[in-house]
């Protein structure tokens, strides 16, 4: 992950939470690159660590979390670097957080303060970020308000988020991650507390800002029906760890990891009768009592009894395409001996 069109390198992630119930494992290893002006969607099922692994890369986990290990590699004017190195706190994280980098997030009422204006929430990042004025940052908020129709923008900019609907509120959120030209642009399931058709007009709007601002697009999702019509890649994610990695293409029509399998089988068809469901079974473990092995080990259809021995690792299936499972490492009886030695 060097010679490229990189924009950000994560290697051997780890964030962790020091509760007096024990340490959880939230993010447990995770490496991804996130490519310029591409969407990459992070997929898999609640609790897998999706959202934490986006807040890390702000430096907003919350406590009692906090990164352990790793490296964050950002690509700011020609190099490289080290987000995991910041002070969360500090100036530095701070240029980059809303400037750089920016985040929507899953509830809109929740992330816009009930207290101020639309317009002077946009407007304290433009003056915080950039040399302008207030006058210049009004005209700018006017402005992104209109790019992201919202209609009649210099009477919006001056109402409070409560009389706003969910996806106009969505739409100022966006207006508000966008008002300093991010380079990439996070998206936390911005369109999940949505109704259907507001969700389709907000999916539309971001892949049409995004084509016009050339930026990096991570989107975090579970719903596989977003992610088919959005991504360029999908990275599916398990109990904190990178499972599978691939262009939308191959994870939808050739799924390799049995988890991935798993998640497109469970999708519902139109006309399907309930007794057709095919959910995964199991529940996903406490994050206390995790299984030995292959996290995924005590659901897989195709777990064999190596496979709560040894921890798998990632290996390339082909350009692109890698997987994290013991059905595709030609050397499991080495490693089982290693690990045993
Ligand atoms: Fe299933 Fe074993 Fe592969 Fe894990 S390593 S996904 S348990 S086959």
Redesign the pocket.
């Known amino acids: 992950m060097t010679e490229n069109n990189n924009l950000l390198e994560v290697y051997d992630l780890k964030v962790h939470f020091f509760t007096d119930e024990g340490v959880v494992k939230a993010i447990d290893g995770v490496d991804m690159n996130v490519v310029n002006g591409k969407t990459l969607c992070l997929v898999g099922e609640s609790g897998c660590g999706k959202s934490v692994t986006c807040r890390a890369f702000l430096g907003i986990v919350q406590k009692p979390g906090r990164i352990v290990s790793g490296q964050m590699l950002f690509r700011q004017n020609d190099r490289m670097i080290d987000i995991a190195k910041m002070d969360p706190k500090g100036q530095e994280i701070r240029q980059i957080r809303g400037k750089e980098i920016s985040m929507i997030f899953q509830e809109p009422m929740t992330s816009l303060s009930p207290m101020y204006t639309v317009g002077n929430q946009i407007m304290e990042n433009i003056l915080l970020h950039t040399g302008a004025s207030k006058q210049e940052a009004r005209e700018r908020t006017i402005a992104l308000l209109d790019q992201v129709r919202i209609p009649k923008p210099e009477r919006l900019v001056d109402e409070y988020p409560f009389r706003l609907s969910g996806g106009m509120r969505q739409r100022a959120m966006i207006a508000m991650a966008l008002s300093c030209n991010p380079t990439m642009l996070i998206a936390d399931e911005p369109t999940t507390a949505l109704d259907v058709t507001t969700q389709a007009q907000i999916l539309d709007l971001m892949l049409e800002l995004q084509y016009k601002y050339g930026m990096a697009l991570l989107f975090i999702t579970h719903d596989l029906g977003v992610v088919a019509e959005i991504a360029d890649e999908v990275a599916v994610m398990y109990l904190g760890k990178i499972v599978e990695r691939a262009d939308a293409d191959t994870i939808f029509n050739h799924p390799q990891?049995?988890?991935t399998q798993a998640l497109l089988r469970s999708i519902p068809k139109i006309a399907m009768r309930r007794e057709e469901l095919d959910p995964i079974k199991g529940m996903v473990p406490s994050p206390f009592r995790r299984p030995t092995g292959?996290n995924?080990?005590p659901r897989?259809p195709?777990?064999?009894s190596v496979?709560r021995e040894i921890v798998?690792s990632m290996t390339q299936l082909s350009p692109g395409h890698t997987v994290a499972?013991?059905?595709y490492e030609s050397n499991i009886k080495n490693r089982k001996e290693g690990e045993q030695a």
């Open positions: 990891h049995p988890y292959c995924f080990n897989c195709k777990a064999m496979c798998p499972c013991l059905l």
